[in-house]
Antibody, heavy 120, light 110 residues
Framework: QVQLVQSGAEVKKPGASVKVSCKAS????????ISWVRQAPGQGLEWMGW????????NYAQKLQGRVTMTTDTSTSTAYMELRSLRSDDTAVYYC?????????????WGQGTLVTVSS | QSVLTQPPSASGTPGQRVTISCSGS????????VYWYQQLPGTAPKLLIY???QRPSGVPDRFSGSKSGTSASLAISGLRSEDEADYYC???????????FGGGTKLTVL
């Protein structure tokens, strides 16, 4: 069965960086992309970007350009999302999801979420 | 302010039919597929409807989606207590070159 298992909760200070991992299993990792979506406390969903697990191509949300980097390690079927220069409004639950296509909003399996708290 | 507009709340009694709307523009809903996600309290979102009106395996046929022009709707018939959740619409936006979500609709089963 398809599973996406994310790394544990993080607490970071403003200005620091965080790197969240997402280990995939149950499918051919390189046949899909991975989207990252975040949700601030009590708020809605925000798309952060997408990475192809096949060739590493990325597409980031304009709002996060320059602060976010998404990568994959095909040897371990793991995707990573690094967010730099953290601010308090980056406090959110971060989700990875299996993305069916590059220019599409379909994400058919989701990780359990990783809470990132940014606080001094 | 979300690019796609949803009502913040909706409600119904068990057995009723409720609909949730999602309004967008020509650059998103008007030219791309619409997706719906269900998020139960404290859990990750779950894909409910893809490609405007298709249900993934395991999603009951009580859930249906439709799209017309720059708007879409999610209908839930035979409402059940376990349908109480937040519902989000999503679509690709050609102008932003990214995915946009609605602000979410909290469904309460009375």
């Amino acid at each position: 069965q398809v599973q996406l298992v994310q790394s544990g909760a993080e607490v970071k200070k403003p200005g620091a960086s965080v790197k969240v991992s997402c280990k995939a299993s149950g499918y051919t990792f390189t046949s899909y992309g991975i989207s990252w979506v975040r949700q601030a406390p009590g708020q809605g969903l925000e798309w952060m970007g997408w990475i192809s697990a096949y060739n590493g191509n990325t597409n980031y949300a304009q709002k996060l350009q320059g602060r976010v980097t998404m990568t994959t390690d095909t040897s371990t079927s793991t995707a990573y999302m690094e967010l730099r220069s953290l601010r308090s409004d980056d406090t959110a639950v971060y989700y990875c999801a299996r993305a069916v296509a590059v220019a599409g909003a379909e994400a058919d399996y989701w990780g359990q979420g990783t809470l990132v708290t940014v606080s001094s | 302010q979300s690019v796609l507009t949803q009502p913040p709340s909706a409600s119904g009694t068990p057995g009723q039919r409720v609909t949730i709307s999602c309004s967008g523009s020509s650059s998103n809903i008007g030219s791309n597929y619409v997706y719906w996600y269900q998020q139960l309290p404290g859990t990750a979102p779950k894909l409910l409807i893809y490609s405007n009106n298709q249900r993934p395996s395991g999603v009951p046929d009580r859930f249906s989606g439709s799209k017309s022009g720059t708007s879409a709707s999610l209908a839930i018939s035979g409402l059940r207590s376990e349908d109480e959740a937040d519902y989000y619409c999503a679509a690709w936006d050609d102008s932003l070159s990214g995915v946009v979500f609605g602000g979410g609709t909290k469904l309460t089963v009375l």
